[in-house]
């Protein structure tokens, strides 16, 4: 009885652009490895595919990358039966990624060999054996990001320009950075206007009327980015960027930098001085009963500003968002409800806080566990204070964010930099950090009313009906949980009655807590949402006998 054919597919990865341009580089090593590994399989029914799947210059760290993507897609899709690698960790250098992947490849029956490698999955010695190779890939990757890590910190101690995108007022020649005349007194000229002006919000407005526009960014992969008009978030970043005094800045502290400074320092003093000065920002705004919490980082769908307004009629106030008057041309105006955009906006940047894989995969693979912990329950309270918070505690919350909103004919687009994001979540964003900024939708819908463009959000008004119920006794417990847990992780090998005692805490209450400070973090983030079920507070949550496994908890407390 014949075999029945198995489709292979050869997946190659190499980490950088080094030696890609050549006519036979890796990818094509690999490549020719595999194929002729999977030739000499004929008698076993393998038939190599034509497509191949290359990624040059992408990292094992994470699975964003083109190429596996589509390979995943194609045997999600029963086009693939094996997938062929010169070696494991050509595939991932991660065992939380490797097990996403073994989950796509076991729902559809399909499987990988590695060439180089000869192992065999159905038995518990190879899944050992895999599990070990993939440990010491892992590994291999966090030593070599702590070396790359500690090079760029001693690089930049000593002044040395460790590449990104390069800052307006200069241009890279040799690996250095040098000072652009034109561009440099561009920047000069920022700052004498702010000076003048006292307000980076009329800032903008000027800057915009002038048409100076922001560096244009060539990349090597992918469009170039920038050309664009200032924001506020970023003339706040270049009023306060420490590169113009000829510095460079690793980690909040300044180190005297090779390039040469392009901004004296009497300048740049009194433009900290009035930063300084007027640091509360926003104090007219927080002052109000109904702030804006949009104002200064929205954008209609011509790209121009768009600024607060309001209507009043018997008994009730209306708060729009317009385009500013002094921005229309030949196109209308656009008009958007306040209180239904804030609405989707808090509830769209909610969401994707309380996704936990989300932050933990803008971390990346390499952050420590109490990190990743830490930085998720902030995110959490993030999301609650986006949810139920006070328009004030909303409005602090998305300047430290820096968003930049843009309204399109179908929906309502947020732009997110991820370094922001980890500083308004109390954390100092890591060299290894995702830098493509994070793009989230909301559908909406364009329609013409009184020779304006209008945008309607769906379900929008409803929404912000909705309040949860927040019980603060059963999140004051979570948090003495989570407490009680770090003072056990931080003296390991004492017992609970050692601890307790050393604390000053009761060693009854002590045991009863540590389970809790064990629950699932999906559990943890509806409680801080006040979405835990009817019945469950602080009294019942004591008093249960919690499982070891989240599944488990989330039966036992009727969160499934």
Known sequence: MAKPPLRCAVYTRKSTEDGLEQEFNSLDAQYEACSSYALNQRHEGWILNEERYDDGGFSGGNIKRPGLQRLLADVAAGKVDIILVYKIDRLTRSLS????????????????????????????????TLNMLLSFAQFEREVTGERIRDRIAASKRRGIWMGGPVPLGYDVDNRKLVANETEAELIRHIMRRYIALGSVVELVDELGRDRHRTKMQRRTNGPPRG?????????????????????????????????????????????????????????????????????????????????????????????????????????????????????????RLAEMLSKHHVIADLLGAGTEPLKIEQVTTSASLAAQTLRGGTAHKRLTLLAAIDIQITLKIDAVELLVMPALLMKALRTEPDESLQNEPITLTCPATKVWRNRQSRLIIPGAASSKKVQPLRDEKLVALVAEAHFARNLMLANPGCSIIAVAADAGKCRTRLRKLLPIGCLAPDIVTAILEGRQPTGLNAKSLLAADLPHKWANQRLALGFS
């Open 97 to 128: 990624d490797f097990a996403r992947i073994v989950d796509v490849l076991d729902k559809v029956g399909a499987s990988f060999v590695s060439i180089t490698q000869s192992f065999n999955t159905t038995t518990s010695m190879g899944r050992l």
């Open 227 to 347: 050309g664009c008009k200032f924001s506020r978030g970023m003339l706040y970043r270049l009023l306060t960027n420490r590169i113009y005094r000829g510095m460079t800045v690793h980690k909040g502290e300044a180190f005297e930098g090779e390039h040469k400074a392009i901004v004296p320092q009497e300048l740049w003093d009194e433009v900290q001085a009035m930063l300084t000065e007027r640091a509360s920002g926003g104090a007219r705004r927080l002052g109000a009963a109904n702030p804006s919490l949009l104002a200064g980082i929205l954008n209609d769908g011509e790209g121009r500003a768009m600024t607060p307004s309001h209507a009043t009629k018997p008994g009730k106030r209306y708060r729009y968002y317009i385009t500013r008057p002094q921005e229309l041309d030949d196109t209308p105006a656009w008009r958007v409800s306040a209180y239904d955009l804030e609405a989707i906006v808090c509830q």
